[in-house]
């Protein structure tokens, strides 16, 4: 059974940063598609970054030049560093994993999900 914990959501500033963490178990994070995605309040779900089995990254283009994700192997860890955040940035984050196939653009790819944290980001 895949669990994934995310942490080090809370209030960022514009312009500032922030780094989310994602701890998964029972499965290596280099075994299958990673990726966060993102629910701002009133919206649907937005997909944000992916890391794929090669570690292949790709991004929303909301976020391209500004995220990074990556993956600890020996930590099996996911993390979203966010740089020059802005307050359309502000939503609950949601670590998930795609075990059957390649992840993608598509929120409803991925079929394991952990519980969220919140990141506000003040103007």
């Known amino acids: 059974q895949v669990q994934l914990v995310e942490s080090g959501g809370g209030l960022g500033q514009a312009g500032g940063s922030l780094r989310l963490s994602c701890a998964a178990s029972g499965r290596t994070v280099s075994s299958y598609a990673m990726g966060w995605v993102r629910q701002a309040p009133g919206k649907g779900r937005e997909f944000v970054a992916g890391?794929?089995?090669?570690?292949?990254?790709y991004y929303a283009n909301s976020v391209k030049g500004r995220f990074t994700i990556s993956r600890d192997n020996d930590k099996n860890t996911v993390y979203l560093q966010m740089n020059s955040l802005k307050p359309e940035d502000t939503a609950v984050y949601y670590c998930v994993g795609d075990p059957d196939s390649g992840g993608g653009y598509s929120p409803n790819n991925y079929d394991y999900w952990g519980q969220g944290t919140q990141v506000t980001v003040s103007s």
């Open positions: 890391i794929i089995r090669s570690g292949t990254t």
